[in-house]
């Protein structure tokens, strides 16, 4: 049996290496990615498949983006990560390391849901954006 646990480390592997198409496997058609803020949520593969190809192609502004997991808490159908995302910022050239705290809920080996925070605060003051 494949766990949420399994599930979520398999998605960040499969992110960090570029394999969007094996990972969007692993999505959902229907899932609901709760984005908070003034993007609100995201419902469905094609609005995730947009995310990771924004930020595959530059589109974020950022480069050299990078997550590591540093815990890890899961149950069967539940997972979640407090990690570690670095990158650069590609108009200025500064660098940020934040950390953040992602949930999964996975049915039948596939996300269905997915909550994510990170420090915009610290990441913000990093960049010279709070000024």
Same mark, same amino acid.
């Given at each position: 049996?494949?766990?949420?646990?399994?599930?979520?480390?398999?998605?960040? /592997?499969?992110?960090?290496?570029?394999?969007?198409?094996?990972?969007?496997?692993?999505?959902?058609?229907?899932?609901?990615?709760?984005?908070?803020?003034?993007?609100?949520?995201?419902?469905?593969?094609?609005?995730?498949?947009?995310?990771?190809?924004?930020?595959?192609?530059?589109?974020?502004?950022?480069?050299?983006?990078?997550?590591?997991? /540093?815990?890890?808490?899961?149950?069967?159908?539940?997972?979640?990560?407090?990690?570690?995302?670095?990158?650069?910022?590609?108009?200025?050239?500064?660098?940020? /390391?934040?950390?953040?705290?992602?949930?999964?809920?996975?049915?039948?080996?596939?996300?269905?849901?997915?909550?994510?925070?990170?420090?915009?605060?610290?990441?913000?003051?990093?960049?010279?954006?709070?000024?």
């Amino acid at each position: 049996m494949t766990t949420a646990g399994d599930v979520h480390r398999r998605i960040i /592997e499969l992110y960090g290496a570029g394999r969007l198409d094996e990972g969007l496997a692993l999505i959902d058609p229907d899932v609901i990615d709760h984005r908070g803020g003034a993007d609100g949520d995201h419902h469905g593969l094609a609005a995730w498949r947009d995310k990771w190809e924004r930020a595959f192609s530059g589109g974020t502004g950022f480069h050299d983006m990078s997550v590591t997991v /540093e815990q890890n808490v899961s149950t069967d159908d539940l997972s979640a990560n407090v990690y570690l995302s670095t990158g650069t910022h590609t108009a200025s050239g500064r660098r940020y /390391e934040v950390r953040g705290i992602d949930m999964i809920r996975v049915r039948d080996g596939r996300i269905v849901e997915h909550w994510a925070i990170r420090d915009a605060v610290a990441m913000r003051h990093q960049l010279g954006l709070d000024q």
